[in-house]
T-cell receptor, first 113, second 108 residues
């Protein structure tokens, strides 16, 4: 029972490079989320998807794009990475309503140099 | 505005002493509240939901609507309790709002 799987676990990018963070869930959840976690800032929502084919901006969407490829997969793309995007990125999923909260992936530690 | 406030960034407690992690919320309506725990470099895991009134790993949390609080408590701290703890609430649109977290450090 994999839950929420994120790849890669670690990544180092140079400023201006692009990359896509992958996320997949096998729990048949409708909703999926991308968060970034920074020291002293807690978890901040980047984008979310309430269902297949829909996406919406969260608290800090600038510099990111997302794709809800199907019900299982929700990817986060950095088109031109900046040092300010150095962070730990977490994907999460939930049923609707999320009465049991969210299930989180293990995170991607991204460093932009 | 909906908000979750965890006033302590860091809480250090001796092993065997009681623990209380504070959480206050601002929400118009009946909130659903959670506590999440994150052990070192691991994923966030659900610890407690207020509606289930359960005790997990010796932790309990009671919703106090008058004080708009949902403090997390444990009578006797253990070294394995050292972790980051996040209080969170579900908003009307099913999005979860997280507090900024409290790092709990259990001293030997």
């Amino acid at each position: 029972n994999a839950g929420v799987t994120q790849t890669p676990k670690f990544q180092v990018l140079k400023t201006g490079q692009s990359m896509t963070l992958q996320c997949a869930q096998d729990m048949n959840h409708n909703s999926m989320y991308w968060y970034r976690q920074d020291p002293g800032m807690g978890l901040r929502l980047i984008y979310y998807s309430a269902s297949e084919g829909t996406t919406d901006k969260g608290e800090v969407p600038n510099g990111y794009n997302v794709s809800r490829l199907n019900k299982r997969e929700f990817s986060l793309r950095l088109e031109s990475a900046a040092p300010s995007q150095t962070s730990v990125y977490f994907c999460a999923s939930s049923p609707r309503p999320p009465s049991y909260g969210y299930t989180f992936g293990s995170g991607t530690r991204l460093t932009v140099v | 505005a909906q908000r979750v406030t965890q006033p302590e960034k860091l809480l250090s407690v001796f092993k065997g002493a009681p623990v209380e992690l504070k959480c206050n919320y601002s929400y118009s309506g009946s909130p659903e509240l959670f506590w999440y725990v994150q052990y070192s470099r691991q994923r966030l895991q659900l610890l407690l939901r207020h509606i289930s009134r359960e005790s997990i790993k010796g932790f309990t949390a009671d919703l106090n609507k008058g004080e708009t609080s949902f403090h997390l408590k444990k009578p006797f701290a253990q070294e394995e309790d050292s972790a980051m703890y996040y209080c969170a609430l579900i908003r009307w649109d099913d999005k979860i709002i997280f507090g900024k977290g409290t790092r709990l450090h259990i001293l030997p």
